[in-house]
């Protein structure tokens, strides 16, 4: 048939009315055609502008897909304004400012179109009466949007296919509302599904957005949309935005790979997320911003950040909802920032965290409840003034610090269980505060609770049980406590008048109380500051410890040197420059922190330092998880120690090996200015492991040359830890009976020295674990001696690991 001519069959519904006929065109066969005839086309290109105002069928060939064009030179290929069928068409149009299919009235079908244009639209719906349903069509149209729903049009969607748009995918607006079931979307160069302006609305089944060139799906401007069981993927912006009072339900979706943030919303948005997943994102997960703007998130799972970003982000008076959902794999987990935003979480699980799982900060406010945090460096953090909420029977297990509460925030950590943290499993520093009740550290290998100078925290009925360095750790001007215990202290319980009283600041554990001044006495004058010991009673001190000889040595010759310049110097005479900052490397437990105490107390006396005390820091206490924050948190350890000694334990962990983004670095290169700007002001000492601390003075260049030598802690001998439990027993009224100090020797030298060897902390847990096996001997006899008392028997050793 040659190209320009027409054949078309008509068939009449009525039995009396049966024609057939040729016409010149398609149009000419449309004018002859009446409401339900069939008009089936030959194959072949047509350039004609069709308008379909009758409720026929309008069709190609059986059997030959795409083998009939329409195809004209300019205008609206495609024209639909009654009930039609439209079938097996392939519509081509090249007007940019006109879309390829229009739809303005009616409810016609549309089945099987195949769309390749460079319109304004391959498919557009228009007005609200129009109501089509759309099934298997194809659009292709680099040029524009690819199906456009405006006007209040309305319609279905059935397993329709974008393969490319100029701009959206599905465009929906001006009050439309259609209705999207098993389509897909892809290479598109706007929003792969967009949805604006007040009363618009779409609904999506078992759809697929993916390849998108900008947003995957934008909801906007008072719009509403509803998706379920479908999925958005990798996009080059965000995956979802909502913006401006819009509504978004989400129900049974996979939102995946992702290079900014997978799910934005902001002013007054509200998000429903259900039974959905959100995973491989470049930015946040959840990014929620402004007043009024919520996400209430049911049975979700977030998970494997490819970015350095927080997993959900709430900021700026936002607020969210998280119930029985799953945050793992993340850089961090949950970023609650700015007064008014909020954050209600419950019996969700948050894991796999590299930094901090819950962060809380500029007056924010998170609330979890029966939540299990596991595998963070920091459990939950509430930062600074303002900042606060309540952690309720939480578990927090194997974290660095289960939870850090700084800067004068106030938190209620009620009914909370940290089990095995590396470092802390409760510390509050620079004038942070907090209430913990009830709550209990198990394993932690540092101190159960960690409260700093000036920290005015409150504990009632708390527990700690195995804690490498000690129960509980209370500066001078401590918390108050009640009714707290610790398998190393007993019982902490003031008495019953007048209320609690501080807790007096204690280590290894034993909590020791103030006594409350008699209510009738007088207020006293503040007693002036006690007057420095003599080197020569400090260093006595040093000498009575066990082993340490080298340390001793090493001490001696550098108070030597500091004393012979001292008097050279009043002599009128050059005295020789010493570097007083030390590195201490060694074993846990080994006595650096005693030595780096009493080294304070020496260069007190001596005049050199202006108070003496010691200040001790990790890194949790001088990196910070944002650019500028470390700086200024090891500016603040630095002010605390000015006058005295800034211990760094374990500051190898300033510059892990795999340090990538790590802000470590930043802290040692503000150490060091900080070391040479106020040389006199501040003595440091760092200590670790030795060969960790070699790799860390390397670092930075000027780290190795700031400290005037290093000096080694060797393990104790199994003489010397036998030293120790004989000095135990002794200042607890305990002897060692006979064949007891033979069998402590000999458990000492069978004993595993693995990494968790904790040395002197070793011989006071075996000391302890031999009066708990006494305890339980001796009290099944009816009657007791002194020496039943006293006497510690070979028996009441523990076994072996």
Not at 528 to 555: N, T
Request: aromatic share 4%.
């Amino acid at each position: 048939m040659a190209q320009g001519t027409v054949q078309v069959t008509h068939t009449g519904t009525s039995r009396w009315r049966r024609r057939t006929g040729e016409y010149a065109s398609l149009a000419a066969a449309l004018e002859a055609a009446a409401d339900g005839d069939i008009l089936t086309i030959a194959p072949g290109t047509y350039r004609e502008n069709l308008i379909v105002a009758r409720a026929v069928t309008l069709r190609g060939p059986e059997g030959s897909l795409g083998s009939v064009r329409i195809a004209p030179v300019d205008g609206v290929p495609l024209t639909v304004r009654a009930s039609a069928t439209i079938q097996d068409l392939h519509v081509e149009g090249q007007d940019t400012t006109a879309p390829a299919v229009l739809v303005e009235d009616g409810t016609p079908e549309l089945l099987d179109l195949r769309v390749v244009t460079r319109s304004a639209a391959g498919i557009e719906v228009r007005g609200g009466a129009a109501r089509p349903t759309v099934r298997r069509c194809t659009v292709d149209n680099p040029a524009g949007v690819g199906i456009g729903i405006i006007d209040g049009a309305g319609g279905v969607f059935e397993e329709c296919e974008v393969v490319a748009a100029g701009q959206s995918g599905f465009s929906v607006r001006g009050g439309a509302h259609p209705r999207l079931e098993r389509c897909r979307v892809h290479h598109a160069s706007g929003a792969g599904l967009s949805v604006t302006g007040e009363g618009s609305g779409l609904e999506a089944f078992g759809c697929e957005v993916y390849e998108i060139k900008g947003t995957g799906v934008q909801i906007a401007s008072r719009a509403t949309a509803h998706l379920t069981d479908s999925s958005v993927h990798r996009t080059s912006a965000d995956g979802i935005t909502l913006d401006t009072d819009a509504v978004l339900t989400l129900s049974d979706c996979d939102i995946h790979d992702i290079p900014e943030n997978a799910i934005d919303l902001r002013s007054r948005s509200v998000l429903t997320l259900t039974r959905s997943t959100v995973r491989r994102f470049g930015r946040n997960g959840l990014s929620v911003w402004d007043p009024g703007t919520r996400v209430d998130a049911n049975q979700c799972e977030i998970h494997d950040s490819t970015g350095d970003y927080p997993a959900v982000w709430i900021s700026d008076g936002a607020t969210a909802v998280l119930d029985a959902c799953r945050l793992h794999d993340v850089p961090d987990a949950l970023f609650v920032l700015d007064r008014g935003s909020r954050v209600d979480v419950v019996d969700s699980d948050l894991s796999q965290v590299r930094n901090t799982a819950v962060s809380v900060s500029d007056g924010a406010t998170a609330q979890l409840d029966d939540c299990r945090i596991r595998e963070a460096s920091t459990g939950a953090w509430f930062r600074d003034h303002g900042s606060g909420g309540t952690l309720n029977s939480c578990t927090i297990d194997s974290v660095q610090t289960g939870v850090i509460v700084t800067k004068g925030a106030d938190p209620t950590i009620e009914r909370c269980t940290v089990t095995s943290p590396a470092e802390a499993g409760f510390y509050v520093s620079a004038e942070g505060r907090g209430t913990f009740h009830n709550c209990r550290v198990t394993g932690s290998g540092g101190y159960g609770f960690h409260v700093m100078d000036g920290c005015r925290s409150t504990l009632t009925r708390c527990r700690t049980e195995r804690c490498a360095r000690g129960g509980y750790e209370f500066a001078e001007d401590g918390p108050v406590a009640e009714d707290c215990t610790s398998d190393e202290s007993g019982v902490l319980t003031p008495p019953a008048e007048p209320p609690p009283v501080p807790v007096a600041a204690h280590s290894g554990g034993l909590l020791n109380t103030v006594p409350p001044r008699p209510a009738a006495a007088p207020a006293a004058a503040e007693a002036p500051p006690a007057a420095p010991r003599a080197a020569e009673a400090v260093l006595g001190e040093l000498d009575a410890l066990v082993g340490l000889e080298s340390v001793k040595r090493e001490v001696r010759a550098l108070t030597d040197m500091i004393e012979v310049g001292r008097r050279r110097k009043e002599a009128g005479l050059k005295a020789a420059s010493v570097r007083r900052h030390l590195v201490f490397t060694g074993s846990p437990g080994t006595g650096k922190t005693t030595v780096a105490r009493l080294y304070g107390e020496i260069l007190h006396s001596l005049g050199v330092l202006e108070r003496g005390h010691l200040v001790e820091v990790s890194r949790v206490d001088l990196v910070g998880e944002h650019i500028g924050s470390t700086a200024i948190r090891t500016q603040e350890a630095f002010d605390r120690a000015r006058g005295g000694v800034l211990f760094i334990d374990e500051a190898y962990a300033l510059s892990p090996e795999d340090s990538g983004r790590d802000f470590g670095k930043e802290a040692i290169d503000t150490l060091v200015k900080l070391m040479e700007d106020h040389r006199e002001a501040v003595v440091v000492i760092v200590a670790g492991y030795t060969v960790e601390m070699e790799r860390f003075l390397t670092v930075n260049p000027g780290v190795a040359s700031r400290f005037s030598r290093t000096i080694t802690f060797s393990d104790y001998v199994p003489e010397e830890l036998l030293r120790i439990v004989e000095q135990q027993s002794e200042e607890q009224e305990y002897r060692l009976g006979e064949g007891t100090g033979e069998a402590l020797l000999k458990y000492f030298t069978v004993l595993p020295k693995g990494p968790a060897f904790g040395n002197g902390r070793t011989a006071r847990q075996t000391f302890e674990s031999m009066v708990e096996r006494h305890a339980g001997r001796v009290a099944q006899l009816p009657q007791t001696t002194t020496d039943d008392l006293t006497l510690l028997y070979p028996d009441d050793l523990p076994e072996l690991p």
